[in-house]
T-cell receptor
């Protein structure tokens, strides 16, 4: 069975600083990988996804993620964080024909002015 | 605009009562999912359905039931057997390509 680990429960960065959120997955074959963002009391919004091909994936809101098979990682990055990026971020892995997703426990991002 | 509608946004349950959460989608997706979210726990899959009139248990199905009589609708019933129902419930749907789209959630609390 697949699993996802997000090692950082809470990260605080200053506005304008760079950001990297870590995600490690466990799955025997090539997975489908996703990053979602959630504002308080809201549903999840897709930031980006990796299915195959180029291992550097561009998403919305200036985010990108890199799939590293050798490290079983799919870290999310942004070169300059804005106050509106404060939210909770979830990494997810999908596999198989039923497209079930397994989510990490999330990383809460706080942005200081 | 296409999307997923969950209702109500807030719901309260009394002891021994069953409550039903609504999820409707107009994205023409075959697959639909119900997740439970608790603080610090991420999302956990309750039930999913890949086609009308068929559904499978997820990781935490005990105390919950679902139906899938129409492609657009996937209601979730939280039964009295679910002893700790207070949580945020999220519904999602997906196309065969696998990207899941989420509703805005229902927050269930106990009176």
């Amino acid at each position: 069975a697949q699993s996802v680990t997000q090692p950082d429960i809470h990260i605080t960065v200053s506005e304008g600083a760079s950001l990297e959120l870590r995600c490690n997955y466990s799955y025997g074959a090539t997975p489908y990988l996703f990053w979602y963002v959630q504002s308080p009391g809201q549903g999840l919004q897709l930031l980006l996804k990796y299915f195959s091909g180029d291992t550097l994936v561009q998403g919305i809101k200036g985010f990108e993620a890199e799939f590293k098979r050798s490290q079983s990682s799919f870290n999310l990055r942004k070169p300059s964080v804005h106050w509106s990026d404060a939210a909770e971020y979830f990494c997810a892995v999908g596999a198989g024909s039923n497209y079930k997703l397994t989510f990490g426990k999330g990383t809460l991002l706080t942005v200081n002015p | 605009d296409g999307g997923i509608t969950q209702s109500p946004k807030y719901l309260f349950r009394k002891e021994g009562q069953n409550v039903t959460l609504s999820c409707e989608q107009n994205l023409n997706h075959d697959a639909m999912y119900w997740y439970r979210q608790d603080p610090g726990q991420g999302l956990r899959l309750i039930y999913y359905s890949q086609i009308v009139n068929d559904f499978q248990k997820g990781d935490i199905a005990e105390g919950y039931s679902v139906s899938r009589e129409k492609k657009e609708s996937f209601p979730l019933t939280v039964t009295s057997a679910q002893k700790n129902p207070t949580a945020f419930y999220l519904c999602a749907s997906s196309s065969p390509a696998g990207t899941q789209h989420f509703g805005d959630g229902t927050r269930l609390s106990i009176l």
